[in-house]
């Protein structure tokens, strides 16, 4: 087991590959759920702009 997880002289750079993958990946997976609540509330300012200036034409 411990020779396979070694991987011989090749093992440091397969496994910090890996690691590398996995903060990527989970970047790309997370960033998204971050970014929500700002692309929510410019949705909205926008929302709020676009209903005023209707509003404003309408009077």
Do not use: C, H
């Not at 590959?17 to 300012?45: E, H, N, Q, R, W």
């Amino acid at each position: 087991m411990m020779e396979m997880l070694q991987m011989g002289k090749y093992g440091a750079y397969v496994w910090s590959s890996y690691g590398l993958a996995m903060v990527i990946m989970g970047y790309v997976a997370f960033k998204p759920l971050v970014d929500k609540k700002t692309i929510f509330k410019d949705l909205a300012m926008k929302y709020r702009r676009e209903t005023q200036t209707n509003k404003q034409e309408q009077a």
